[in-house]
C-alpha cells in the first residue's frame, strides 16, 4: 500500500531534478495524453540551470579582472569558498521548505538566538560547551516545529508567522543577553573550547598535514614573520565548509532518491491532491521549518567557534540571503520545484561575487546592488521556466 502510494504521489509531482523518470513503452504503448518533450526542452526546465550558467559568467568576469590580485590562491579561495559555504548551510534549509510550499523568514534572528544560548550556557552559565551546543539545537528544532505547528493549525501563510518570529527571537535574544551579562556581544568561548570534541566539530579545520606539505613544495605561501613564521598561510578546510559539503548532498540525496523527497514535491505542488493520495504534508512541512532551524543553528555553531564570541545581533537579513540563493538556484516561490545542487550554486555566486568585490577593489556596497538585480532577473527566468512546463502563456 505505501509502495502504490508513493508511486501515486509521484505522478502528481515534477520529478526531483536529476531523478530518472518513468520507464517508457513502445510507441503503441504511448499514452497519448501525454506530450513529448524535446531534449532541449528538458535541459531548459531543469532548475539549476540558471544557477549553471551564472556561476560561469561569474568566474570568467571574476578571473577576467580579478585574477591578479590573489584570489585564485589557495588563500583566496577559501576565502570565497568559506562564505559560499555560510550561505549555502542555510540555502539547503531554505530550498527543502520553498520547495514544500513555505517560507522561514526567522533564519537570521535563529543564528543570533542559536549563538547567544550557546554563549550564555558555557561563559556565563559553565555549562560544558558540548552541552550548551545540544541545547541550541535542541531549542531550535521546537521553534521550527512551532512555526510549522502554528503554520498548519491557523492556516496563516508562513510569510507572516515566520516574520512574527523573526521580531520574537531578535528581541528575545537581546534581552536574554542584556539581562543576563549587561551586554549583546559575550566572548571568551575560545578559551572554553579546548579539546571539546563536539566544539572541534564545528570550528575545527581538516587536511592541515596537507597544506603543509603544500607550502614545503610551494604551492601555498607560507607567513614570513611573526608567531606563525614558517606556517601555511592556509591551515586546512574550515568544518564549515565540510557541513556545506555534507548539507547540500544530504538535502540532494533526499530530495531526488527518497520517497520522502517526492512528498516533499507533492507538498509544494498541489498539497490538497497530496492529501488525497496519502501523502503527510503536515508531518512534512513541519519537518521541513525544523530542518530549517537545523541548518541555521548550524551556521550560529560554526560562527561562534569561529569567532569565539556570539552577538545578538547576528544573522541580520541571512534570511532574505538564503531566500535568494534558492531562487537564484532555480525553485519557483509557489513551491514544488527546485534543486538543492541549484541553491548551493546560487550561495557559490554570493560568495564569489561579495568577496570578487573586495580582491577587485570594488565599493563592497555594490554587492547589494548585485543581489536585487540577480534576484529580479532569476524570477523573470523562474516566472518563464514555469510557463513552459504548465503551457501558460
Known amino acids: 500500500m505505501a509502495d502504490t502510494t508513493q508511486q501515486t504521489a509521484a505522478s502528481d509531482t515534477p520529478p526531483a531534478a536529476g531523478a ?12 497519448e495524453r501525454i506530450r513529448e518533450m524535446s531534449s532541449m526542452r528538458k535541459a531548459l526546465i531543469r532548475p539549476e540551470l540558471g544557477a549553471i550558467c551564472g556561476t560561469i559568467l561569474v568566474f570568467m568576469f571574476f578571473i577576467g579582472i580579478a585574477s591578479d590580485s590573489g584570489m585564485f590562491s589557495a588563500e583566496g579561495i577559501v576565502n570565497w569558498g568559506t562564505v559560499s559555504a555560510q550561505f549555502a548551510i542555510i540555502a539547503v534549509g531554505a530550498c527543502l521548505l520553498m520547495i514544500a510550499g513555505e517560507f522561514d523568514l526567522s533564519v537570521g534572528s535563529m543564528i543570533g538566538f542559536s549563538g547567544i544560548i550557546i554563549a550564555l550556557m558555557s561563559v556565563h552559565l559553565g555549562f560544558p560547551i558540548w552541552f550548551a551546543i545540544l541545547t541550541a539545537f535542541a531549542l531550535a528544532l521546537c521553534i521550527g516545529a512551532l512555526n510549522g505547528y502554528l503554520v498548519i493549525k491557523t492556516g496563516l501563510p508562513s510569510f507572516i508567522v515566520t516574520l512574527a518570529f523573526l521580531y520574537i527571537l531578535r528581541g528575545l535574544t537581546i534581552f536574554i543577553a542584556i539581562a543576563t551579562t549587561r551586554k549583546t556581544i559575550i566572548g571568551g568561548i575560545r578559551d572554553i573550547t579546548e579539546g571539546d570534541p563536539i566544539a572541534w566539530v564545528f570550528g575545527g579545520k581538516v587536511f592541515s598535514g596537507l597544506f603543509v606539505w603544500l607550502a614545503d613544495l610551494g604551492v601555498v605561501g607560507k607567513f614570513v614573520a611573526g608567531p606563525k613564521a614558517g606556517l601555511p598561510v592556509v591551515e586546512g578546510i574550515p568544518m564549515l565548509m565540510i557541513w556545506a559539503a555534507i548539507l547540500i548532498v544530504f538535502g540532494h540525496i533526499l530530495l531526488t532518491r527518497t520517497r520522502f523527497g517526492n512528498w516533499i514535491f507533492a507538498s509544494g ?46 544573522g541580520l537579513l541571512k534570511e532574505f540571503e538564503a531566500i535568494i540563493s534558492v531562487v537564484i538556484g532555480g525553485a519557483l516561490l509557489t513551491g514544488g520545484y527546485g534543486s538543492v545542487i541549484g541553491a548551493a550554486l546560487g550561495a557559490l555566486i554570493f560568495g564569489v561575487v561579495q568577496q570578487g568585490l573586495f580582491f577587485a577593489g570594488v565599493e563592497s556596497s555594490l554587492f547589494r546592488v548585485f543581489l536585487g538585480v540577480i534576484l529580479l532577473l532569476a524570477v523573470i527566468l523562474n516566472t518563464y521556466i514555469r510557463r513552459m512546463i504548465t503551457g501558460e502563456r
Open 269 to 314: 505542488g498541489d498539497a490538497q491532491a497530496a492529501r488525497y493520495v496519502g501523502v503527510p504534508v503536515n508531518r512534512v512541512k513541519i519537518l521541513m521549518f525544523m530542518f530549517s532551524a537545523f541548518c541555521a543553528t548550524i551556521f550560529a555553531t560554526c560562527q561562534v567557534m569561529e569567532f569565539g564570541s556570539a552577538a545578538a545581533d547576528r
Open 20 to 31: 530518472a523518470g518513468p520507464a517508457t513503452g513502445s510507441a503503441a504503448g504511448k499514452d
